[in-house]
């Protein structure tokens, strides 16, 4: 990245302001709706004999079972080196004890005398978890979405996971693994919309589900709001985009902390989108010269690389403007390295997940803090919330009346039904009503 990558925000106009934290246009987005529609209908149709044809046409395998069954699962298992199995078993129990400490609690309040009212949290029958498998297999988004699924615990449980190009039981041993710690045994080996489209509707092999969570490419994101806009289809955790982080910085800041924070996220794909937003001209230029050289020693540079094209650098005249920069661009991933992090976290109100002080990287988050890297993406993170267990329950009201308490609210509810012209809706009271009038109870 050079100078030219650098906006003095208080020299721009709005329009230009908005430019600048413009996200990166998606290319084609017609033509992605109608290749997964067309998708998606196939799967409906011919079920798992589209599914098997999507899995030679795009993984180029002509024998996909689809089914990794439990004799695969513990190979694969086998093959877990203990340093990963530790890492991965510790990662497991930060996430548990943070969703654990989630659990929704029912509530019953008597709003009026005769009047109970309760809010009850049951949860979610059967649940599709996606997991991205292709330029980097993602054990850890099996534990973000396994782990919630097991604590709130969900009847069913299905994992689909695109298979390796070598063989149709190829999945990372990883993946495996983090599955048999969440209690996930039903692994299916397809991916991109075709998944999506058997989670949603169900084949012969696949039953359907009634949500999906998960992350993906632009296709299984396409599928995911497809699916959910079609009754019949099945409910998503929420929209998302390319993956993306802002730092907030001031001089203080570790340069080499900085460009390595960024650089995290730049390397997930060359969608993603990484924003340097600083009052310090000194510390944007030293972290644009460790951006050059750290780059150069990752092995998926081309990737960052390419996503650093459309990344961003922003001087602002001092750190509230930094605040407003951010809110107004409401990033996925918020990393704090200033002075006061821990007081200036509190004037942030837009981002998915904050990450406060120089010795807490995003990748973290990402891995083995406990918090859920499931995130809204794209600006969403203004009105959307990171996932939690709260995601894999329904929620839903009981109310009960006695006849005293039909006798304290019913004449309220009568003249707020007649002023809306739904008198049926007042007789169904006053009825009851008249049938009290004549009782001695």
Not at 23 to 43: C, F, H, M
Not at 57 to 79: E, W
Not at 290 to 318: C, F, G, M, N
Request: with cysteine; net charge negative; hydrophobic share 45%.
């Amino acid at each position: 990245m050079t100078d030219k990558t650098v906006f003095d925000w208080s020299t721009l106009s709005a329009t230009e302001q908005a430019a600048v934290l413009a996200r990166p246009k998606l290319d084609d987005s017609s033509d992605i709706q109608q290749t997964v529609a067309s998708i998606i209908e196939t799967v409906r149709q011919q079920g798992d004999t589209a599914l098997v044809a999507y899995s030679q046409q795009f993984d180029g395998l002509s024998n996909n079972a689809l089914v990794l069954n439990k004799q695969q699962q513990q190979q694969r298992i086998n093959d877990l080196s203990a340093d990963r199995k530790a890492a991965i078993d510790l990662a497991y129990g930060n996430i548990r004890r943070f969703h654990a400490a989630q659990l929704p609690q029912d509530i019953e309040v008597e709003t009026s005398p005769g009047v109970v009212c309760q809010l009850k949290n049951r949860a979610i029958n059967a649940v599709g978890l996606y997991i991205p498998a292709g330029t980097a297999p993602l054990p850890s988004t099996v534990l973000m979405l396994g782990v919630p699924a097991q604590l709130a615990g969900c009847e069913r449980v299905v994992m689909v996971t695109p298979p390796g190009k070598a063989a149709a039981d190829a999945i990372t041993p990883e993946i495996v693994y983090a599955a048999f710690l969440c209690g996930i045994t039903e692994i299916y080996t397809i991916g991109g919309a075709q998944a999506i489209a058997a989670l949603a509707y169900g084949t012969a092999t696949i039953a359907k589900v009634d949500k999906i969570f998960g992350p993906g490419n632009r296709y299984v994101t396409e599928a995911k709001q497809q699916v959910s806009q079609q009754q019949s289809g099945a409910q998503i955790d929420m929209p998302a985009g390319p993956s993306e982080v802002l730092v907030v910085a001031d001089s203080a800041a570790n340069a080499s902390f900085v460009a390595a924070d960024l650089l995290s996220q730049a390397e997930h794909g060359v969608d993603s989108q990484v924003l340097l937003v600083s009052d310090s001209a000194e510390l944007i230029q030293q972290v644009q010269v460790e951006v050059a050289l750290q780059v150069s020693t990752l092995p998926r540079q081309a990737i960052a690389k390419a996503a650093l094209q459309h990344s961003r650098y922003i001087l602002t005249a001092d750190i509230q403007q930094a605040v407003a920069v951010t809110n107004a661009y409401a990033p996925e991933h918020l990393i704090i390295q200033t002075n006061n992090a821990e007081q200036l976290a509190l004037q942030f109100t837009s981002a998915a997940s904050i990450f406060v002080g120089a010795w807490t990287p995003e990748s973290a988050g990402d891995y083995a803090s406990g918090t859920n890297h499931v995130l809204p993406t794209y600006g969403y993170s203004k009105t959307l919330s990171s996932l939690s267990l709260v995601d894999f329950y329904r929620r839903y009201t009981v109310q009960q009346l006695t006849k005293t308490g039909l006798r304290n609210i019913g004449p309220a509810i009568v003249t707020l039904a007649q002023a809306e012209g739904l008198d049926a809706h007042a007789a169904a009271v006053s009825k009851r009503l008249a049938v009290l009038a004549l009782s001695q109870e």
